[in-house]
């Protein structure tokens, strides 16, 4: 008889195993859908004996590359005491007695190998040679794809995956925190450490000026709403992740779509990659319980570190002194300052300890899932809550999840997935603002004290808030509801051809509320100021899929066909009111007047055909072409479809003939693909249209009618990115290590991009499809098993290196291409990278005299204060005055190269896993430290703003000439100089390793475990972002103002650092 | 059986939403719009009118300062052709013309259009007529535009715009409604606006004998009068001052409300004493009365008080305020043309002697003596006193930069006068606020009395070249 296969995925079931089975039925109990075994059985199944006999099933049990295993447990059922263990020839003899009654069902275990489970309907003697399939290599895995799935040997596009399994043994709190660090190509940025806060994911790039950079998103074949719909908070410079509502927990694995072929099935919308999640779904057998829960704490890795009260008076009085003497002014001079004391004799205020603290942090999941062969369920039931690092502030959810499946005949399936869930942020006013608290808290000077002596808040220094009462008396919160939901059937037409209908809702309602009431800094003016608003999100998506395969002896086609059609409805309202009658009276009931109310709505709908075929000759030759057009509802009816087709293949060369064995090069696939993808967001809704607008146009308390401020494009189309990859997947070494390898191009052309037009049309601007951005890099993904024995030890390493270029922008009426600024220091410019810094460049400190008089306009410069000490800055233009006319290219707040390691060791029931993490490359403007725009002047040491001792103690003083700070000089023309804005002096290296993750785990002995009765019980203790060694000054080298804004990069205005977090769990299954 | 139900179920829900022409939900489109939209077509004409800040013309000149909201008009000396401050207001103007000319051209396009479609055009000439008086006194030559059109446009001779807008009040005068509402352009506000015209426009169209002709038949209609009380025609709403008004409702975009909002500054000083916070020395950022400005005022004149004032806080901080338009959310009006300017358009159409009458009237109003003939006031002076009245009269209501300007160019004398003007003294320490520009630092050769057109113009339209002089 010939191989058997057995085992495959429920997702491959076209697949021949299925036939195949009627004497040895694979358990589906044990059936992951990762965890897919194949077994080679060389069935020798000739004797039939008599039945009083008593049997002996004999087999041996091998590995892949064929050496027998010693030491495999076999057992008969899972009740039953009969077992026996694999000898020296990996050969196996289980003696099952007289009386033994088919089906019996044999398990074999085995430590790092996927366990496996053979059901046995009629009496067999030997069963061959049993394969058993080592855990750690994923070439057999099944991947999630566009439209279906794939085994990873049968790919031919760029595709990573995580297993969701990871995500419950270290916990994650969110899908991006998923995602960091874990996927080649795949740049995660934490804009800041607030609770919900939104995220930044780049998929092999930045590919998009304007239509947004974010990957689309996908959840259980359903493309979900990711962007940030905080409207009200977003305007407060505090962004929440439109991802965080999705539990971690319920994921059974992500998938990114990194090249063309893999996303070309998306169209329009995967030039950014696509993510697809698949969640975990019930299976047939024992109704499992599992609980998993932590609970810890959260804080501020690194503090910075100001000066103290008496500390900071005598600083100022340094700079006084400075001042002074570099103008030779004497008492007698009307200029000449006097020294300073404590704003408030005695007060020595902590501001940043004042507003923070440790936060708690704690998650509990309830999940209960099983089923029999008709019906499988999975429902889950999960809390999550965190507070912040700033007091005041905090994340809860709750999530609840059901998922389940019915075979309603033998031809139809379906199946739902019903997600649920609530969240709450308490949120503080965030970056960028100056109501912000953290940003006040790392500039307000330490000798103002928090409350004055009638114990009402005290004011502080006249360019600052009193953080303490801003985060005290200026509550914000947005409650989310989210429901996503689909509803799904599969209808057998023919074996071969399957018909699959998708239906499936995104649901989001968002409740902002922002209360500042009359006792409030910002709420005084109006006597109180509330502002109450809802966003109502919709998107609804029905497809229709048909898939088709069929093989001609060694050649293997599969088909696939669909129609897609997804609707969004955006429905916002708001009122702002004010003059309340009390501070404490905090809901519109209450307003005096009603400032404010608005509401509008919106909709699109994308309409979409695609197609795909793949090819498979003997598993060595494969071949996929894929094909979707789009129509869109944001196009004029000439401009609104586009085609994205693709095209990729593999070889798998180390199964040809002339290929060597051995053990140095175990298996080795080539890939190539080429391929379009689009990008259609960042586009409005209508804009193609040519109208009048009546919003905020009133004369006379009458609405009227005026042109929208951008003209109307009616050739408007979306970007197209052309890509290309070149790849290759390999397992060497005796199967020790794993690599997969690709190298990669994005051409983005017709980017959109917003630019000033001839404004006597009476229009200034309009959004055109104008400029191309280039991405290229490389990728590499290794995977190691160092140690296999008792003690392992596991390594995976990925690193990227991507470079991006403007190589377009829109002409003006000269014929040049001038750059646009884009970010208060981001600009585009051809030849240069995306959102360049673009800055005055400081070249040190002034030494000597001589060096100040060698500068262009130098006697002036000293006639004026400036010496020694001083800050130098570069003279593009020699005109002897540093101002935006000097600035220059300074860097790109993008890294160049990125990457983690991570090592698991696990010693009998210890596991142990750290990962590291790193960029390099990247720039950072460190505003906070800049006058004006940021948090404080530490650069210009006097005047009001805390002092940050770093800086502090690198000043340049006559002792001290290497310092790489500027001298303390308090007024005049050299503070002035010293506290420049937008210069290099403030652009730092934000380099970093960070010690991502460290957890270990003490999983239960079986016979405590059972004991217990339980089935599997771990504890773990975990430490995420234990430390980051990093050169930058401020908080965290991983931050950015506006996560969703790529071209407005690389500036830290002060953003809460993501938080070092401190957890202890356990995962118990019953 | 019951597969099938389901089955049917499924596919007919999935197959009934295939539709992708969505219209805007919060606009019409060209397509949609009709004549009963032309009513909503003026009210953005209007809307745009509103927000033509008129006290920039105040901050460019010797009256107001603004370092946080207009430095570049503020520091009008130095202004650049790449300040964002210039670009938007050449923006805004061409984008109120675009809104007027569209109008228009709509009603142009009817073949028998209503008598109140004609009323309805002939306010958006006027207001299109006003708007080309403002681009004209800033940039001199300028594309003159009477259609909507992307095409790039060369500039025109002053002369040509004031002509149409000399066109565009005559259409005013002819076609506009009866007045019934000083929010509302009417005929009497076209004559008034067209009298302002043809005494200030360029020389080709100066008729200064039909300008005290329109303001005279004005004035002696009675259907306007002086007020008694000075700070009413500011804060009364509907004061018999004034004829054509911006009413700068709350809730109104484009008002000039939070433009002018100097109290708010006062009063978190004055109840703290502490300064403002967040803005440190400098205050924030609204328009503070010039320092020496505030010296021009008489004490016995009655708009003193309601036009300056002067705080000395707590804690030494010193403010210069206008109090004419108070606060953002007292909906105060901004009057366009009211009949104080007839009086004095009369009296400097008359000349000297004949009227320092009219002059002396509106004085006496005031609560000032009148000039007496050979002593105060003399033929060589004549022009200055009236510039000084006019002054007085309209500080903060945006006229100050235009009057600069032509006396600037009257001649020798007006040269001079101009010249010497100062915001600041040199040498006055600063320290005190208002900080931003030291002087108004007008040149010599007055090319500053233009603004530069906007570099990001020139870029999209190359046919603007050449360049105002000294920029």
């Not at chain 1, 009426?813 to 030849?831: D, K, R, W």
């Not at chain 1, 403030?986 to 785990?1001: F, I, M, P, Q, T």
């Not at chain 2, 790449?82 to 396009?109: E, F, G, M, P």
């Not at chain 2, 609204?286 to 008489?298: C, L, P, Q, Y």
Request: net charge negative.
């Amino acid at each position: 008889m010939g191989i058997v296969r057995a085992g495959e995925s429920p997702y491959l079931c076209t697949d021949d195993s299925k036939k195949k089975v009627t004497r040895f039925k694979k358990n589906k109990k044990e059936t992951g859908m990762k965890k897919v075994m194949i077994v080679f059985l060389w069935s020798v199944l000739s004797s039939f004996y008599n039945e009083s006999e008593a049997q002996v099933i004999r087999g041996s049990v091998v590995n892949a590359e064929q050496e027998p295993l010693i030491g495999v447990i076999v057992k008969l059922n899972s009740n039953s005491k009969l077992s026996a263990v694999t000898n020296a020839d990996g050969q196996f003899e289980l003696n099952v007695g007289k009386n033994v009654k088919y089906p019996v069902q044999l398990q074999f275990n085995y430590v790092g190998y996927n366990p496996y489970d053979l059901d046995i309907y009629e009496q067999a003697d030997n069963l061959g040679t049993i394969v058993l399939r080592d855990k750690r290599f994923s070439l057999n895995n099944v991947v999630v794809v566009a439209y279906g799935a794939q085994k990873r040997k049968e790919l031919t596009g760029a595709v990573s995956s995580i297993d969701g399994k990871e995500l419950v043994k270290n916990p994650v709190t969110s899908l991006e925190q998923a995602l960091e660090g874990k996927l080649s190509g795949v740049q995660v940025t934490q804009a800041t450490g607030a609770p919900g806060g939104a995220v930044s994911i780049n998929v092999r790039g930045t590919s998009s000026i304007s239509a947004g950079n974010e990957p689309l998103y996908v959840v259980d074949g359903l493309p979900v709403v990711s962007a940030d719909l905080s409207d009200v908070g977003g305007y407060q410079g505090n962004s929440l992740s439109g991802l965080a509502d999705i539990n971690p927990n319920d994921i059974a694995s992500i998938e990114v779509l990194k090249d063309a072929s893999a996303a070309a099935l998306y169209g329009s919308r995967a030039s950014n990659g696509v993510v697809l999640i698949t969640t975990k779904k019930g299976r047939e057998g024992k109704t499992q319980v599992s609980l998993d829960s932590y609970i810890g704490f959260q804080d501020i890795a690194h503090k910075l570190d100001f000066l103290n009260a008496s500390e900071y008076v005598a600083a100022r009085n340094e700079a006084i002194d400075n001042y002074n003497a570099s103008l030779g002014l004497t008492p007698a001079d009307a200029t000449y300052k006097q020294h300073v004391t404590a704003a408030v004799p005695g007060a020595d205020t902590n501001w940043f300890d004042e507003i923070t603290q440790k936060g708690l942090q704690t998650s509990h999941q309830l999940t209960i899932s099983g089923g029999n062969s008709q019906t499988q369920f999975y429902a889950s039931g999960g809390y999550y809550k965190q507070e912040g690092a700033i007091i005041n502030t905090g994340y809860e959810r709750y999530n609840l999840r059901t998922n389940i499946a019915h075979q309603v005949s033998q031809r139809l399936n379906v199946a739902a997935n019903i997600a649920l869930s609530t969240s709450n942020t308490e949120r503080a006013t965030g970056d960028n603002n100056i109501y912000s608290p953290w940003i006040n808290a790392i500039s307000v000077s330490p000798d103002f004290s928090i409350y004055d002596a009638d114990g009402r808040y005290a004011n502080v220094n006249n360019s600052r808030r009193n953080p303490v009462q801003l985060i005290k008396e200026e509550p914000q919160n947005s409650r989310k509801y989210r429901a996503i939901v689909n509803l799904n059937a599969t209808y057998d037409i023919l074996p071969a051809l399957h018909y699959h209908l998708n239906l499936g809702g995104d649901f989001n309602i968002l409740h902002e509320r922002q209360v500042w009431p009359s006792t409030s800094l910002q709420g005084a003016s109006t006597n109180g100021d509330i502002v109450d608003g809802r966003a109502f999100t919709f998107t609804q998506l029905a497809e229709h899929t048909l898939d088709y395969s069929h093989s001609w002896g060694k050649l293997a086609l599969k088909a696939l066909g669909g129609y897609s059609y997804q609707k969004t409805k955006l429905d916002n309202a708001y009122v702002e009111g004010i003059n309340f009658v009390s501070p404490s009276l905090i809901y519109l009931d209450s307003a005096g007047e009603i400032a404010y109310g608005g509401s509008s709505a919106e909709s699109n709908a994308l309409q979409s055909l695609f197609t795909r075929a793949n090819l498979n000759y003997a598993d060595r030759y494969l071949l996929e072409l894929s094909f979707r057009s789009d129509a869109s509802s944001k196009f004029a009816a000439g401009k609104r479809v586009g085609y994205f087709p693709a095209a990729s293949a593999g070889w798998q060369i180390s199964d040809e003939e002339f290929f060597p064995k051995s053990s140095a090069v175990n298996d080795l696939k080539l890939r190539a693909s080429i391929g379009y993808t689009g990008n259609q967001e960042g586009i409005a809704n209508y804009a193609y249209h040519q109208t009048y607008s009546a919003s905020s146009i009133k004369y006379n308390g009458k609405s009227g009618y005026s042109f929208p401020s951008a003209k109307p494009n009616p050739g408007l189309t979306w970007e197209k990115t052309l890509q290309y990859d070149l790849g290759f997947d390999a397992i060497l070494f005796n199967r020790r290590v794993e690599v997969v390898f690709d190298w990669f191009r994005k051409d983005t052309h017709d980017l959109l991009l917003s630019h000033s037009i001839n404004s006597l049309s009476g229009y200034s601007t309009t959004t055109s499809n104008v400029g191309n951005i280039s991405n290229s890099g490389v990728e590499l993904a290794v995977t190691t098993h160092n140690l296999t024995g008792k003690f392992k030890w596991d390594s995976r390493f990925n690193i990227t290196y991507t470079k991006n270029k403007v190589t377009e922008l829109v002409q003006n009426a000269q014929g040049e291409q001038p750059y646009i600024t884009t970010g208060f220091c981001n600009i585009l410019q051809v030849g240069q990278p995306m959102a360049s810094f673009f800055l005055i460049r400081a070249d040190g400190i002034f030494q000597s005299k001589e060096e100040i008089l060698a500068q262009p306009g130098g006697q002036a410069l000293w006639d004026k204060g400036i010496r020694p000490g001083d800050v130098k800055f570069f003279d593009k233009n020699l005109d002897g005055v540093i101002n935006s006319e000097d600035r220059v290219v300074c860097g790109s707040p993008f890294p160049k190269v990125f990457g983690a390691l991570s090592n698991s060791f696990s010693y009998h029931d210890f596991d142990l896993s750290i990962d590291l993490q790193f960029s390099l490359g990247a720039k950072l403007y460190a505003a906070w430290k800049a006058n004006g725009t940021g948090a404080g002047n530490q650069g210009g040491h006097a005047n009001g703003y805390a002092i940050l001792r770093e800086e502090w103690d690198n000043r340049w003083t006559e002792s001290n000439p290497s310092g790489s700070a500027p001298r303390a000089v308090a007024y005049g023309a050299a503070y002035e100089n010293n506290i420049t804005n937008y210069t290099s002096r403030y652009l730092e290296d934000a380099d970093y390793l960070k010690v991502r993750n460290v957890s270990l785990g003490y999983t239960l002995p079986a016979a405590a475990v059972k004991l217990l009765g339980v089935s599997k019980l771990r504890f773990y203790a975990t430490v995420h972002n234990l430390y980051t060694f990093t050169a930058y000054d401020g908080f965290d080298p991983e931050v950015t103002l506006f996560p969703n804004r790529t071209t407005y990069r690389g500036y830290d205005s002060g953003s809460v650092p993501q938080l070092r977090s401190f957890v202890f769990g356990i995962n118990l299954t019953f | 059986m019951n597969t099938k139900y389901i089955f049917t179920a499924f596919a007919s829900l999935a197959l009934t939403a295939c539709n992708l022409d969505y219209n805007p939900t919060t606009a019409v489109s060209d397509a949609t719009l009709t004549p009963s939209d032309y009513e909503n077509l003026l009210t953005g004409v209007y809307d745009g009118a509103q927000s033509i800040k008129l006290p920039i013309n105040d901050i460019a000149a010797d009256n107001l300062t603004s370092p946080g909201w207009w430095p570049d008009i503020d520091n009008n000396g130095q202004t650049a052709s790449t300040s964002s401050d210039i670009n938007s207001l050449w923006n805004s103007h061409y984008k109120y013309v675009q809104l007027a000319n569209n109008l228009i051209n709509l009603i142009d396009k009817q073949s028998a259009p209503s008598a109140q479609q004609i009323q309805i055009a002939a306010q958006a000439h006027v207001i299109r007529g006003w708007l080309y008086s403002h681009i004209a006194q800033h940039w001199g030559d300028a594309p003159l535009l009477l259609e909507v059109s992307d095409a790039l446009a060369p500039r025109n001779p002053e002369a040509e715009i004031w002509k149409q807008v000399v066109a565009d009040f005559e259409y005013g005068v002819e076609y506009a409604p009866e007045f019934s509402d000083r929010g509302y352009v009417s005929k009497v506000a076209a004559k008034a606006l067209l009298a302002r015209t043809l005494l200030t426009g360029a020389a080709e169209i100066q008729d200064a004998a039909r300008a005290k002709q329109l303001a005279e038949e004005i004035i002696s209609s009675n259907q306007f009068a002086l007020a008694d009380n000075f700070a009413d025609i500011f804060h009364a709403k509907t004061s018999n001052e004034i004829i054509l008004q911006w009413t700068n409702l709350n809730g109104d975009s484009g008002s000039d409300g939070w433009f002018m909002r100097s109290d708010i500054v006062n009063l978190y000083e004055s109840e703290n004493g502490a300064g403002s916070a967040g803005y440190g020395e400098q205050g924030r950022y609204e328009n503070r009365v010039d320092k020496t400005a505030f010296g021009i005022f008489d004490d016995a004149d009655k708009r003193k008080a309601a036009t300056v004032r002067h705080l000395k806080l707590a804690n030494g901080v010193e403010t210069w305020d206008c109090v004419k338009f108070p606060s953002y959310n007292a909906a105060d009006p901004t009057p366009v043309i009211r009949i104080a300017e007839l009086y004095l358009i009369s009296a400097e159409a008359q000349g000297y002697p004949a009227g320092i009458d009219r002059l002396n009237q509106l004085r006496q109003k005031r609560g000032l003596t009148p000039l007496v003939v050979g002593t105060d006031i003399t033929a060589d002076n004549f022009l200055e006193k009236i510039m000084h009245e006019r002054r007085l009269e309209f500080f903060g209501e945006g006229l100050r930069w235009y009057d600069l300007r032509r006396w600037f160019h009257s001649g020798e004398a007006g040269k001079k006068a101009v010249l010497a003007l100062r915001k600041y003294q040199p040498g006055e320490a600063a320290g005190s606020r208002p900080q931003a520009s030291e002087t108004m630092n007008i040149a010599d050769d007055g090319h500053n009395l233009l603004w530069p057109v906007p570099q990001t113009a020139i870029d999209n339209d190359p046919n603007l070249l050449p360049q105002n002089p000294g920029y």
